[in-house]
């Protein structure tokens, strides 16, 4: 029954070291979106896909980026990943303008 | 610029009472606000929303209250119970344009319900 689905949902990846986080939706929503939340604090957003259009949003740093293949799937990859980038990651989606997320359970990464 | 904040970073009430946990935005230009839970290694989770067109709202024992003339908002849990233990966010919906929302979260509220 699952709507929003991210795997994995632990991931340790080494300084330096390309890593990708996915996303999959069964909602058939319009807009997914990243947002990176550090312990203790809020979701900050990233970026986000409204259909195939990619909006990044102004301070996201250039070592992350994403993919969005199809309507179902959302790529997070990390160039390089450092040891601030330790968090967790997650995935929503939304119909479009004025309704709700629906959130995934996240993806924690470590990075060693 | 846009803010969404909290007055009480934690809050320990007793299992039974009520809870009020509260959020201050900046963006007037907002119409729509949600609350979600946060359990710990979860996403969030939906709890209430309410339009800017409305000042309370209420569910299965949670009421929102908004009130736009000091930029507030307000989660009330009615006999709270240990399950409701939880990281709380409000979040501010704003429509940047390009037909889709954008939501800037607060920074939360850790409730911790005693026995």
């Known amino acids: 029954d699952a709507m929003v689905i991210q795997n994995p949902r632990y991931q340790v990846t080494q300084f330096g070291k390309p890593v990708t986080l996915s996303c999959s939706q069964t909602l058939n929503h319009n807009v997914m979106y990243w947002y990176q939340q550090k312990s203790s604090q809020a979701p900050k957003l990233l970026f986000h896909?409204?259909?195939?259009?990619?909006?990044n949003e102004a301070d996201t740093p250039d070592n992350f980026q994403s993919r969005r293949p199809n309507t179902s799937f959302c790529f997070l990859d990390i160039r390089s990943p450092g040891l601030g980038d330790a968090a967790m990651y997650l995935c929503?989606?939304?119909?479009?303008?004025?309704?709700?997320?629906?959130f995934g359970s996240g993806t924690r990464l470590t990075v060693v | 610029g846009e803010s969404v904040g909290l007055h009480l970073p934690t809050l320990s009430v007793q299992e039974g009472d009520n809870s009020i946990i509260n959020c201050a935005y900046s963006n007037s230009a907002s119409d729509y606000f949600i609350w979600y839970k946060q359990e710990s290694g979860k996403g969030p989770q939906f709890i209430i929303d309410i339009r800017s067109n409305m000042d309370k709202r209420q569910g299965q024992r949670v009421t929102v209250l908004l009130n736009k003339t000091v930029k507030h908002l307000s989660l009330q849990i009615a006999a709270t119970q240990p399950g409701d233990s939880a990281v709380y966010f409000c979040?501010?919906?704003?429509?940047?344009?390009?037909?889709?929302?954008?939501?800037?979260f607060g920074a939360g509220t850790r409730l911790a319900v005693h026995p």
């Open positions: 896909y409204y259909d195939k259009d990619f909006n």
């Open positions: 979040a501010e919906n704003i429509l940047p344009g390009g037909g889709y929302n954008k939501l800037i």
């Open positions: 929503a989606t939304s119909r479009g303008a004025g309704e709700g997320y629906t």
